[in-house]
């Protein structure tokens, strides 16, 4: 079965800092992998995905992420963090094996301090 | 760029009631799902269809719970008596089978009181 796990449930950054949040996965094949976005009351918003091919992945609004299989790591990252980037991030795992169902992580709130 | 549609955006019911919620897929997708997210907590799968029928659900998804395409364009997901703990966003979303990647819609809430 298809894990995911978030071990940040709140991160604090001042604006212009980094940023990263960690996922880590479970699963016995090839994994694809995603990064969401969430603001408050609103939908999911895919920020990048890793299907195969290059481990590091570029994604929308600065957004990067690094698939290491021998970590089984998906983490996420951006250099400088606007205000804007105050939200909730969800990582998933899917597979076409498994109907391409999404496995999301408990999500990362993600608090900006100016 | 097309996008999954639902609706209603917000439904206030009271338990006991059943909600229908709406969700237009993109058009040329051809697997739908169905996923639930309680107040501060994580995405949920509930159940994706193919085909017209279920190809796989999730504990969650009882006999409160159906799915359904009645027509070329909508997939609807019935709660038949709906309980408080029923009270979430439901997203919809679509499977772009070249890509592998899952579109997902705005979501429904759904306030049971």
């Known amino acids: 079965a298809q894990s995911v796990t978030q071990p940040d449930i709140h991160i604090t950054v001042s604006e212009g800092a980094s940023l990263e949040l960690r996922c880590n996965y479970s699963?016995?094949?090839?994994?694809?992998l995603f990064w969401y976005v969430q603001s408050p009351g609103q939908g999911l918003q895919l920020l990048l995905k890793y299907f195969s091919g290059d481990t590091l992945v570029q994604g929308i609004k600065g957004f990067e992420a690094e698939f290491k299989r021998s970590q089984s790591s998906f983490n996420l990252r951006k250099p400088s963090v606007h205000w804007s980037d105050a939200a909730e991030y969800f990582c998933?795992?899917?597979?076409?094996?498994?109907?391409?169902?999404?496995?999301f992580g408990g999500g990362t709130r993600v608090l900006v301090k100016p | 760029e097309p996008e999954v549609t639902q609706t209603p955006s917000h439904q206030v019911t009271q338990m006991g009631q059943e909600v229908i919620l709406r969700c237009v897929p993109i058009?040329?997708?051809?697997?739908f799902y169905w996923y639930r997210q309680i107040l501060g907590q994580k995405v949920e799968f509930l159940v994706s269809?193919?085909?017209?029928?279920?190809?796989?659900k999730s504990e969650i998804f009882d006999d409160q719970f159906s799915v359904e395409r009645p027509d070329g364009s909508n997939f609807t997901l019935k709660i038949r008596s709906t309980k408080l703990e029923d009270s979430a966003m439901y997203f919809c979303?679509?499977?772009?089978?070249?890509?592998?990647?899952?579109?997902f819609g705005e979501g429904s809430r759904l306030t049971v009181l």
């Open positions: 058009s040329n997708h051809l697997y």
């Open positions: 979303a679509s499977l772009a089978m070249v890509t592998g990647e899952l579109f």
């Open positions: 699963y016995g094949a090839t994994p694809y």
């Open positions: 998933a795992v899917g597979a076409r094996a498994a109907g391409n169902k999404l496995t």
């Open positions: 269809f193919y085909n017209n029928e279920i190809s796989e």
